[in-house]
């Protein structure tokens, strides 16, 4: 459990976002939705403890400045946007997932190598794992850094468009893994622009917009107030009814003919 009490989180010197009040459960799926520049990976990186803050976020009754590096990737794991290309290969990378957890010979027992192969199992990298980090495409790349942020065991996952760069088909593959670690019992918290993707997947939503939470609650209510997401996103996410869809939303300018005629054009 993540809470936030009037905080107020600063980047590049100046105050970014200002929230009176969150909270991020575990056992689900939050989206964090706005527009491009609205503070979605300024809000993530500030849960991980990477950039300043003032007010109050508690990490399972702990301040999180308080808390001790080694401690924090215990109870919380961080995927960034961008990525970088260390000299090493893939079983390598997703391995340093867990590093919090090793003792003072930082050695891998059974249980971390277990770990590292169930992850690269679960993102489907497994048979890369022998290759340079270097030789691997974009999406390939994303899926063994979400292979490591798996690894890291951590009830608390802060996943900032993992989706980037990803195929359809991997896409679909992890939304079913951010569904599958919250009936695991772990908090996934995702920034996404995908809002039909998003919606498909999350139990509730936190819409930024103006530098604070303009909305927040479960994705259903948020869908059925148009004006909410038309304010912060500037179009609406619609229902779509159908047998067999991938994700059952579109988006809509919140004109309800606009709905109605893409769920027509799926029916058909």
């Known amino acids: 459990m993540i809470e936030l009490v009037d905080v107020i989180i600063s980047y590049r010197g100046h105050d970014a976002l200002a929230i009176p009040e969150a909270s991020f459960g575990n056992g689900k799926v939050t989206a964090v939705v706005g527009r491009n ?5 300024t809000l993530l990186r500030a849960l991980a403890g ?15 400045s308080g808390i001790p590096h080694r401690e924090r990737a215990r109870r919380t ?41 169930r992850a690269m199992e679960l993102t489907d990298v497994w048979e890369l794992r022998d290759r340079p980090v270097s030789e691997l495409s974009g999406g390939e790349r994303q899926r063994a850094y ?7 065991d951590a009830p608390m996952l802060l996943l900032d468009e993992p989706g ?56 259903g209510s948020i869908v ?9 996103m500037g ?21 309800d003919t606009v709905g109605a005629a893409a769920a027509d054009a799926v029916r058909e």
């Open 37 to 41: 520049g609205s503070g979605k990976s």
């Open 50 to 64: 990477i950039i300043p803050y003032r007010g109050s976020i508690r990490v399972d009754g702990d301040e999180l």
């Open 77 to 117: 794991a961080y995927l960034p946007q961008t990525l970088s290309t260390p000299a090493m290969d893939v079983a390598t990378l997703v391995g340093h997932g867990r590093f919090s957890r090793l003792g003072p010979l930082r050695a891998m027992g059974a249980d971390d190598r277990s770990a590292v192969q």
């Open 146 to 152: 979400l292979a490591m942020v798996v690894a890291q």
């Open 164 to 219: 980037a760069h990803l195929d359809v088909a991997h896409r679909r593959d992890v939304v079913r893994i951010m569904r599958r670690l919250a009936d695991e019992g772990k908090g996934v918290v995702v920034a996404s622009h995908d809002l039909p993707e998003t919606f498909a997947v999350c139990n509730e939503a936190c819409v930024i917009n103006r530098g604070t939470i303009g909305a927040w609650g479960d994705t």
């Open 224 to 232: 059925e107030n148009d004006g909410l997401l038309l304010d912060a």
């Open 235 to 255: 179009v609406c996410v619609r229902r779509i009814e159908g047998d067999g869809l991938l994700f059952p939303y579109a988006l809509s300018d919140g004109d």
